[in-house]
């Protein structure tokens, strides 16, 4: 027997594993399951009667220290359950299924040939999108989506259909769906939308997946850290390098003062309030990670050596590469080729890039450790004041810069990014905008987190909109900004200011007799109104609004985005 | 910002306010006066510390001693 396609799903057996392909077929392939585990009475385990194997191996802790480890080889997963609650098991990442699927060279989403149970990785382009038919359904309810909705609005090949759910059919090989749409799809694997953790459609878990070489059923209620620590846990065991469950790492003692010239974010300068005709931002593409792949920030290369030492008492060692650095430039480098191929895929590599840096700083972080997250911070305060003094060397003002972004005004931008990239061998990203707004608090300082501006592809707003507004402020929000769209430069913005008060009359209008969608705010997945005794949750009916609450928050809004006027 | 210590912005404003309350509470119009001035211009030192070593506490008194220079340029507050 011959099949060939796509490797969807991955099913367990006895003795073997069940690889589902697209297009619903399905081939078993005999495998048995690593397990490996520091123990001295091997032959104990060994004893079990679907442990088949064992060998005894060496492998290095992240010091470099000696691990002798057994690998035993099992028939099932039944058995991995049993003899992992009883002997100290290591390398449960990447998870066992993974390692198995590896060693058969069948990685999910992969192009494979089975012939009589043996597998054949085809080769393809690296960067192609598997051809899987792929779904996300979504239940909707009068406040939005809702598991217990009886309408679905589903996304099928990047067309949205909508309909009753009594009249839904449709059959694909994976399928993110809510509520009772999940019983009307036909799919070897259905993703339940309540018990996802991560912020990605469908698409960008068949890309984690992808990359993390893990199945996408393992990821479907995992963190973005499980997909991290996955790719970083892969370059750990190609080098042998034992990947515990947990690290006992203790942070080196430091003074108070060390702590306080140690334990900083990133460089955030208070804006010039205002709006500020001809600009441009520069931003450093992916900031953190590309420090930490520089600078060879990992665990293990942190005070190993003092190759590189730094003013905040920690240093770096450069003899041999970190795992996360490895792993995060292989990350870096797909997610820059997939930008302008597929940025859907390109976002959800951005998410696990987002996520490296905060990863080094926690505490059950496998391969981070506090100073490392500390270098990271240090470094990017340094970059950002290079980048800061070169603005003004070149004759531009610096109006506005956070962390890994700069505002500036003045003629020589295009040569201020050239230097920039030579001075810091970090690559930068620039953008004019014909205006922007940098806002103030209620007090009339500077707010640094929030601002609008145009520039040629659309506006660009930040810290204004938020998921957890009120419908009808996320609307009359979208609306203002539209108004602001037509502005080309601050003084016909200042001109708006009828047009936009005329909005807020609108908008507080409509609060008065809007209909109960307007009133619904989201917080956790949950959907709100604020009723005359607070807030209710929407599922239960709509039981009235509290009107000054939401004339509130529009007046609010208003004054936030056109205040400076 | 970091992971133990407040975040710098609170704690300058907090100062301030601990220095409009105590010129208040003095009935000194001329320190109150000389504070609301150095708030002002707090965050302009902000942006320039923020890499330093520097405790909020620090960064008022810069505040208020560079208005303090300002108004001395020329004699000025010799009379």
């Not at chain 1, 909707?140 to 996304?155: H, I, L, N």
């Not at chain 1, 607070?534 to 609004?545: K, N, T």
């Amino acid at each position: 027997m011959r099949v060939e396609g796509y490797v969807v799903d991955a099913i367990p057996g006895d003795g073997y594993v069940t690889l589902v392909l697209d297009g619903h077929k399905a081939a078993n392939v005999r495998t048995t399951f690593p397990l490996y585990a520091i123990t001295q009475k091997p032959e104990r385990v060994m004893e079990h009667p679907d442990v088949v194997d064992h060998v005894e191996e060496v492998w290095r802790d992240l010091d470099g220290r000696e691990v002798r480890l057994h690998r035993f080889e099992l028939r099932n997963f039944r058995a991995y359950r049993y003899v992992s609650r009883r002997v100290r098991t290591v390398n449960q990442l990447p998870t066992p299924l993974s390692q198995t699927l590896a060693r058969l060279r069948a990685f999910p989403f992969k192009k494979v040939r089975i012939t009589e149970g043996k597998v054949e990785l085809l080769q393809e382009d690296e960067l192609a999108f598997p051809q899987v038919k792929l779904a996300s359904v979504s239940t909707v309810d009068w406040y939005g989506p809702s598991r217990w909705g009886s309408e679905y609005v589903a996304v099928l090949d990047g067309k949205v259909v909508r309909g009753k759910v009594k009249d839904l059919k449709l059959k694909v090989d994976v399928a993110e769906c809510s509520g009772i749409s999940c019983d009307k799809i036909d799919a070897p694997v259905k993703l339940r939308m309540e018990e996802r953790r991560s912020p990605v459609s469908v698409r960008g878990l068949v890309e984690w997946s992808l990359l993390s070489r893990t199945p996408i059923r393992e990821l479907a209620q995992a963190t973005i850290g499980k997909v991290l620590t996955t790719n970083e846990a892969w370059v750990a065991l190609s080098r042998k390098i034992v990947v515990w469950d947990v690290v006992p790492r203790v942070e080196k003692p430091k003074t108070l003062t060390q702590l306080k010239g140690a334990d900083k974010g990133g460089l955030v300068l208070f804006p010039k309030v205002g709006c500020h005709d001809q600009v441009v931002q520069v931003d450093f593409s992916s900031m953190y990670p590309s420090l930490i792949v520089k600078y060879n920030i990992s665990a293990e290369t942190v005070d190993a050596c003092e190759d590189l030492t730094t003013e905040i008492g920690h240093s770096i060692c450069f003899r041999e590469r970190g795992i996360v650095p490895e792993a995060l430039s292989w990350l870096l480098k797909r997610r820059e080729a997939l930008r302008s191929l597929d940025p859907e895929r390109a976002e959800a590599i951005k998410w696990i890039l987002v996520a490296s840096f905060g990863y080094l700083g926690y505490r059950n972080s496998r391969f981070g450790r506090i100073e490392a997250y500390e270098l990271v911070t240090y470094f990017a305060r340094r970059t950002l004041r290079t980048a800061i003094d070169l603005a003004r060397e070149l004759g531009l003002e610096v109006l506005h810069g956070i962390v890994d972004s700069l505002i500036v005004r003045g003629s020589d931008a295009d040569q201020f990014s050239s230097k920039l990239t030579e001075l810091t061998g970090i690559g930068v990203k620039t953008e004019i905008m014909d205006w922007v707004v940098l806002t103030a608090r209620r007090d009339g300082l500077p707010y640094p987190g929030r601002y609008l501006g145009r520039t040629r592809g659309g506006m660009k707003v930040k810290g204004v909109q938020r998921s957890n507004q009120p419908r009808i402020v996320q609307e009359f929000l979208g609306e203002l900004v539209e108004l602001m769209e037509e502005a080309e430069n601050c003084s016909q913005l200042r001109s708006l200011r009828g047009k936009g008060r005329e909005l807020l009359s609108k908008y507080l209008q409509r609060a008065v007799s809007g209909s109960p969608t307007d009133y619904v705010l989201w917080v956790r997945g949950v959907p709100y109104v604020r009723g005359p005794m607070g807030f209710y949750d929407a599922r239960y009916g709509y039981g009235g609004r509290y009107l000054p609450y939401y004339l509130n928050y529009i007046r609010r809004v208003y004054e936030e985005v056109f205040g400076w006027l | 910002m970091g992971r133990t210590q407040a975040p710098l912005t609170s704690m300058v404003d907090r100062e301030m306010q601990i220095l409009l309350r105590v010129a208040d509470r003095a009935r000194l119009i001329s320190l109150k006066e000389l504070s609301l001035e150095a708030i002002g211009r707090i965050r302009e030192l902000q942006n320039a510390a923020y890499d330093e070593l520097l405790d909020p506490r620090d960064l008022v008194f810069l505040a208020l001693l560079s208005v303090l220079a300002e108004r001395c340029e020329g004699g000025g507050v010799r009379g």
